[in-house]
């Protein structure tokens, strides 16, 4: 199983690989959420959903089914922030 | 005399940029709202000099993050520059983008780009470009999007001289188009494009070819042009994500050159007010008590107001009726029209403070904040986040809320929240329930803060609001309708609310509302006095017909005035349509009187009061008391108490919680869904469950 963004975890960081384009809305991609751009997980609502994600400098809220099909690569994790 | 040039101005814009506070800048007053063509979006035009004899006609169009259009209000954008409509394609396109958000912003900038029509870019909130550690070669921008580059702060009003001087000098602007990104998505397609499309813009083919299935006509001379290249849907939606991809790939090349930002001051503020107000329970508890500051003020603050509106319109009827002599015209003006203007003025405070706060509430991005926030609940209820932005405004109105819900993306979600708005608690039900309220809530505070009033308001309100979520749940079990459901929402960075956006909101809703709602009430109160003040052979007769049965006993003239006034509505057109509905809403324990009430307040429930007005000023011919000493003074024949009591005002109440009556709604309604089959659910849904709640709260309460 490949990450998504529905799995990171607040203040994690990934670089979007994947973007199956048939099953998400081109208005997202047009948003400024697209392949090889960073996306970190600010928030999640208190009800584990939607997710609260800045990514390409837009701040969006997008609901987990849809950030379980955009696949990531952590470039900074769990452990690299406490870490810091 | 010498025309004076004018220049047609489209500005646009991502949402949250600041574009109608520019609007707002250069037009000032001068402003119209108007509907688009055939669809209920509005249209917010306004004059403005630009520089000497050059004026500028500017169109503010709904706020967009792209020309492909997600929802009815974006189909707006793409629909002016297809150039349907030649008459009012825009000589110019001012794009207003945020200066923290440029990239984005920068998208839509080069899909307007190229269209091929001269454009200004106007860059706003450079004032904040300093605490953002931004800074920006604006020289060389210009270079690159060869075009002309505007750097403003609207909010503290820089710069839009410059925005004046690069529209009047608009024709000096030059159309090539930027991002040069065909060959590179299919060269093959795009050749063919362009050979079939050699009279348009290549990206107008394109966007004639992708959208074709938003737009609402296509010329005649592009239609069989079209179809040959839209077939392969698949491999269109495939070729717009490229395009998407390769138009960032571009905006960014550029802002690697000329936007130099400083990630550590970017970020911070916003950060740490989200956690407090996205908490898992500040959240909330945030939300409710913004909630209750609206209700409370509602009642507690707008009934100083309305008071005075009130007991103002009872003198002037009084002065009038002294003033004029007797006859037709004097009746209808005193009975008829004052009390019907009353009955709409009576509003304007209600109204205002309810806009003022969702006008704050979307201004700071709070809004967003509470979609976010509430996205999950709502969702069990067949319903989305950004449903409560409906949900909130319909205690406004049910109008604009229901055109609110266009945001909504999944098409089940957006049915479901346009079917329960109604429910919620609107400002025309306000003087129904406040009007009830007074008569039969004492006024009492508890703990000394609220009032015993505002707390039977709230629970009305909250009554409105979870009869809209259990519908909701019960219409997500039982409707069948597919469609796909996504979300997506923009979490803008706070803002300190401009005060003059504010102010032309709420006084652009407000009037609009009484304009409208105005019209209605005004006709309806006019009709209504003639019906009461006309009817068949008893009612001429009254006099004779009433002295004739009175004759044994003693009665002095003033008794003798009232039993006929009152015998008089009875017999009038609208006392015999009240008498004719009495047997139907007795069980609720209402009389004829109250059934005129019910029945004109189909086309608004807010006509109740007006109505009841006109009834009692036009029985009672004395005094011209306020509205509510009058109801307050009525009896009930049967009982010979009062007929207002507590059961009674308690059954009609729940009534208008219920009740769709609100012929404007079902209209929009019909419009919004494109089908006759939802508002009438709504109609005899609604009513039906008016009916058996009054029935059973009346019976339990007597």
Redo the contacts between chains.
Sequence with gaps: MSTTIADLIVGEIGVIDDIPFDSVPLKLLEMGCLPGKEVELMQIAPLKDPLYIKVNGSHLAIRKETASLIKVTKIKNLCDILKS | MRHSEVINVALVGNPNTGKSLLFNQLTGLNQKVSNYPGVTVEKKTGTSKMQGEVFAKITDLPGT??I?P?SLDENIVLQTFIGIDKSNYPDVVVVVADV??L??NL?LFSQIKDLEIPAILVINMSDRMEKKGISIDIELLKKELKSEVVLISARKRLGIGKVKRAIANYKEANTLKIADIADRIDAQFFKELKEKFADTSLYKAWLLVTQSQNLTSIPPKFKDRIESFEADK?KL??M??KE??LR?QYINHILKKTYITDAEKATGM??KI??VL???IF??VIFALILLLIFQSIFDWATVPMDLIDSTFANLSEWTKNQLPEGVFSNLLVEGIIPGIGGIVIFIPQIAILFLFIAILEETGYM?RV???M???MRRFGMS?KSVVPLVSGTACAIPAIMAARNI?GWKERLVTILVTPFTTCSARLPVYAILIALIIPQQRILGIFSLQGLALMSLYLLGFVSAIVSGWLLNKTLKVKGKS????????YKIPSLKNIVFTVLEKTKAFVFGAGKIILAISIILWFLASNGPASFDNAEKIVKSKVENKQLNQDELEKQIATYKLENSYIGIAGKAIEPAIKPLGYDWKIGIALITSFAAREVFVSTLATIYSVEDNENTNTIKERMGAEINQDTGKKRFNFPVGMSLLVFYAFAMQCVSTLAIVKRETNSWKWPLLQLFGMTALAYLASFITFTVLS
């Design positions: 993050y792209s492909n997600s923290e958000n990239k984005r998208f698949i939606n495939k717009q994500n998407t991809i960032y916003r950060h989200d956690k996205t908490h898992k959240g909330y967003s979609v976010f926030l996205d999950k609940i986040g993306e996504f979300f997506i929402i923009e979490m803008p960075d």
